[in-house]
């Protein structure tokens, strides 16, 4: 045995010990690391849950569970500690089968509902582990802010003009039925909101008795018209039939619309300001503050005499006869709302008198307003309601958690840094093993000779 010799069989020796080390110790860290990325990923499939949860809830229980879960009127809170603490079984079992004799639907597609097992299941994580603020958000940037309070008052002076009706007992009680029980989803004098038609219509109104006694009495399955016949009698089901069908004898305004605040989040104003620039600012400047072609927007006097509601209207519909073009089919109820409540938040600052952009055509792109950031709109593919019911200024909270954030992880935090020692270790004692292969094959000739 030679001096180099020697030296290559223990470089041999330390490099398959560095390998195996490493093997170990990458073997080791990945066992180690284990439990740390079952735990991650448990956390990943309760926020997804978490997240389509958020969504299901702003679909069909906010109408009557409110925004964030407070309640509205008699209809309870979920938001609430006692539910949180509820038996897991007991949860599931309310949402699936409702409540007997209340307002409280059944969800579950086997009770005529509208929501698998698995739905229900998320919605039971959100009761008791969901994030309030954050569904909020939602709600609202769906736009399925509550239209109007779960029950509202019709107005006195044209209930009591109802009267003079033929049958008009019959119809007051009805509008008053109507107000305490159907306003919230089939809108203010019955106009239909984003998540329920206009029962105020002609092809309704053309309708059966028979076919609409059915609807209401049982419901119509897999949506959110449940039956109500648990809730309400016979009598009060056919009262409800008559107004629906003689909607047209029955004055304008008599279940208004409450006139409350549009409902905002950071996502939904710079939605707003993004849409106000690319649709609004030509004729009404790039800040509102008007142009030759169209009135400021941005006056004191506008802003304090116009409600959320009315605004909404205007866009909408148009101004019949005047530039100002009808929106409502171009954008969701969603969008037109994140438009107002970004003009609203001018308010503060409005001045009294404005002075109008000149040239009427948002003036050149410097002096554009920029400052308003385009975010993800998830709100594209949803219908949507109307007004909040809650105030539109108390929203520092639960800011802006909108699903734009959750898609930029960079892949380097997901990455399972243990993998990669594994195949280090694995290629080192393999380029070993080769090592010592060529060696041996070369030693062969050179030592066996001289034995012979
Ligand atoms: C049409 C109105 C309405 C809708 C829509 C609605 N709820 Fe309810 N919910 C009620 C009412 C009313 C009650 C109270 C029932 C009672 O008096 O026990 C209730 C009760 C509950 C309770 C029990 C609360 C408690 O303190 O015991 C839970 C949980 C609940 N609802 C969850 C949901 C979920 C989840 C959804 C959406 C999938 C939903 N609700 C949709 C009206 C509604
Ligand atoms: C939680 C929301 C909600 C409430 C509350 C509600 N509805 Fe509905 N209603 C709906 C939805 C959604 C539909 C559409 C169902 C469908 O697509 O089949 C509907 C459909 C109807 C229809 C059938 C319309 C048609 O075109 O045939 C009638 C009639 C009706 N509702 C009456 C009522 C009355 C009366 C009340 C109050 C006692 C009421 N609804 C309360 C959501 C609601
Ligand atoms: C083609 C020009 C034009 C565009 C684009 C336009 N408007 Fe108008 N808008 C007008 C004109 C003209 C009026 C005044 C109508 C009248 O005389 O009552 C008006 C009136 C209004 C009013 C009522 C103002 C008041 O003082 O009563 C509001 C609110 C409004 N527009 C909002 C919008 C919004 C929001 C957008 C973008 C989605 C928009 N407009 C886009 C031309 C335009």
Redesign the pocket.
């Known amino acids: 045995m030679n001096l180099p010799q020697n030296r290559t069989r223990l470089f041999e020796v330390l490099a398959g010990l560095l390998a195996t080390q490493l093997i170990v110790f990458g073997l080791g860290f990945y066992m180690l690391h284990e439990p740390v990325r079952i735990a991650e990923s448990q956390t990943q499939i309760l926020h997804t849950q978490l997240d389509d949860a958020m969504t299901l809830y702003a679909q069909n229980c906010s109408v009557c569970h409110g925004l964030s879960g407070e309640g509205i009127g008699a209809t309870p809170a979920l938001n609430n500690p006692a539910l949180q603490t509820m038996a897991y079984d007991d949860l599931t079992k309310t949402i699936a089968r409702g409540r007997f004799n209340t307002a409280m639907p059944a969800w579950s597609r086997e009770d005529g509902g509208a929501l698998s097992d698995y739905q229900i299941s998320e919605l039971v994580g959100l009761v008791q582990s969901g994030d309030w603020n954050e569904t909020r958000d939602r709600v609202v940037n769906l736009g399925l802010a509550p239209l109007v309070p779960f029950t509202t008052e019709p107005d006195p002076a044209l209930l009591a003009e109802v009267a003079n009706l033929p049958d008009g007992a019959t119809l007051q009680t009805a509008v008053t039925l109507f107000a305490a029980n159907c306003v919230a989803c089939h809108g203010a004098d019955g106009l239909g909101t984003g998540i329920a038609p206009a029962l105020n219509d002609l092809l309704v109104r053309e309708k059966t008795a028979d076919e609409l006694t059915r609807t209401v009495t049982f419901g119509s399955a897999g949506t959110l018209m449940a039956g109500w016949s648990n809730v309400l009698t016979p009598e009060e089901i056919n009262a409800l039939v008559t107004l629906v069908q003689r909607w047209d004898e029955v004055p304008a305004g008599i279940l208004p619309a409450p006139n409350v605040p549009i409902a905002t989040t950071e996502e939904s104003i710079a939605l707003g300001g993004q849409?106000?620039s690319q649709?609004?600012s030509?004729?009404?400047g790039p800040e509102g503050q008007g142009t030759q072609?169209?009135?400021?927007?941005n006056v004191k006097a506008?802003l304090t005499d116009?409600g959320d509601l009315a605004?909404q209207q205007?866009?909408t519909n148009g101004?019949p006869g005047?530039?100002?073009?009808v929106?409502g089919d171009r954008?969701t109820e969603a969008e037109?709302q994140a438009?107002v409540g970004f003009?609203r938040q001018w308010e503060a600052n409005a001045p009294e008198v404005a002075v109008p952009a000149k040239g009427g055509g948002g003036g050149p792109p410097w002096m554009r307003n920029n400052n308003t950031t385009a975010t993800t709109s998830n709100s594209t593919t949803q219908q949507s309601t109307g007004q909040g019911t809650q105030s539109g200024t108390g929203q520092g909270q639960g800011q802006g958690q909108g699903q734009s954030q959750q898609t930029t992880t960079a892949w380097w935090q997901t990455f399972d840094w243990s993998i990669l020692l594994l195949i280090f270790g694995v290629l080192s004692i393999s380029f070993t093993l080769i090592f010592m292969g060529f060696e041996s094959l070369q030693r062969r000739p050179k030592t066996k000779p001289p034995e012979k």
Do not use: D, S, Y
């Not at 072609?293 to 927007?297: I, Q, V, Y």
């Not at 005047?322 to 073009?325: G, N, V």
């Open positions: 849409l106000f649709n609004c030509r004729c009404h072609r169209a009135p400021a927007l506008f116009t605004i205007i866009v101004v005047t530039a100002m073009p929106w954008m037109i438009i003009i």
